[in-house]
């Protein structure tokens, strides 16, 4: 038996309570694996709140992502006490997740955890951090240096904003954060963005070109704000999209593609290659503090519902753990 965090829909309603599972229960894969960290990402809470569609099959256990230690394996790559990441491919959304005790995974899944990581500090991570990596990733891909001026980084206190300051600092951009917490300047001013952005200043209707401010971005939000960045990019800048936090709809021009040449490059971290993600994780080890994992918010399976809520309602900043 193991402790789970287990989501079930009745009517049109989601249901979250912890439960004891059977280990024969748990949805197939090759390899068994104990969790030591979770974490708890938006998407989490959306699908604990049931405020957004993300669950595909009930009951369902989520938590899109994990770190732990195999307990037992039928794949070549990963043997009995190896210690793992797991990040996306549907899991938490239509396999069973990482908000438990134990997990089962297709070992093509997981990746082995980079040298001189601990659980702890891979969840403190998590996808959010991930796709922070891979959105910095992307900007250097499209040709954006540091020296092309400021790049702007949205819903700057959440988890992809928060670790996408860290590491385009180390990296050595000029950072700018848009946030609709003003109270969390002094924090975000400490991550190493130079210059802090009010929301309402940004969430407006865009004209289709404006005057250039960024030379790229890593957007968590989407919608109004996003249009309004691509407006605002500078001549061969690069707009990195990976959320939603703001809306879905993009209402734009063609005129920042075709008079200013911005590029637009959407972010998947759930199906991105291995090798991709091998590369990203080894580089968020050497990038990111060494007392990283420290600053992340630390919670119970139990306290992770309460968690879920207060993440969408604005009450958390910054990355957040869950220990089973
Ligand atoms: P968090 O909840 O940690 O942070 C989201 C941040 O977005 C908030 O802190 C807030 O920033 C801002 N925000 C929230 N609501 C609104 C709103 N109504 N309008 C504008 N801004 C808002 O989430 P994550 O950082 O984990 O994820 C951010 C987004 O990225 C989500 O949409 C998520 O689904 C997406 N995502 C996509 C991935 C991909 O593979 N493409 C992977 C991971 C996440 P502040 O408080 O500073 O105002």
Redesign the pocket.
């Known amino acids: 038996m193991f402790k789970a965090l287990l989501l079930e829909e009745s009517g049109k309603e989601t249901h979250a309570s912890l439960k004891r599972l059977n280990e024969n229960q748990l949805t197939a894969g090759d390899v068994l694996v104990k969790v030591d960290y979770s974490t708890l990402?938006?998407?989490d809470?959306m699908a604990i709140t049931g405020k957004g569609k993300i669950v595909r099959q009930w009951p369902m256990v989520p938590g899109i992502d994990y770190a732990g230690t195999v307990l037992a394996s039928d794949h070549p790559d990963h043997r009995i006490g190896d210690e793992v990441i797991l990040t996306g491919w549907g899991v938490g959304e239509q396999h069973w997740g990482g908000l438990a005790e134990k997990a089962c995974a297709k070992g093509d899944w997981l990746i082995p955890m980079p040298v001189g990581m601990s659980a702890k500090r891979a969840m403190a991570i998590g996808?959010?951090g991930f796709?922070a990596m891979l959105g910095l990733m992307a900007l250097e891909r499209a040709g954006v240096k540091p020296d092309q001026g400021p790049v702007l980084v949205?819903?700057?206190?959440?988890?992809?904003?928060s670790v996408a300051i860290r590491l385009l600092a180390k990296a050595g951009f000029e950072v700018h954060a848009?946030?609709?917490?003003m109270q969390?300047k002094e924090w975000l001013l400490s991550l190493g963005a130079s210059q802090i952005i009010d929301?309402t200043e940004l969430?407006k209707e865009p004209a289709a070109l404006e005057s250039q401010r960024w030379a790229g971005a890593i957007d968590?939000?989407?919608?109004r704000?996003l249009a309004r960045i691509l407006s605002q990019t500078k001549m061969n800048g690069a707009v990195i999209a990976?959320?939603?936090?703001?809306?879905v709809a993009l209402n734009t021009t063609v005129m920042p593609f075709i008079l200013r040449g911005v590029q637009l490059q959407?972010?998947?971290?759930?199906y991105i290659s291995k090798e991709k993600r091998i590369e990203a994780w080894q580089r968020l080890q050497k990038s990111l503090p060494l007392n990283f994992e420290d600053q992340a918010q630390e919670f119970t399976l139990e306290q992770s519902i309460q968690a879920a809520q207060d993440?969408?309602a604005?009450k958390l900043?910054g990355r957040i753990v869950i220990q089973p």
């Open positions: 990402n938006y998407k809470a996808t959010a796709t949205t819903g700057a206190s959440g988890g992809v904003g848009e946030t609709s917490r969390h929301r969430d968590a939000v989407g919608g704000t990976c959320g939603l936090a703001g809306g959407g972010i998947d971290s759930v993440l969408l604005g900043k």
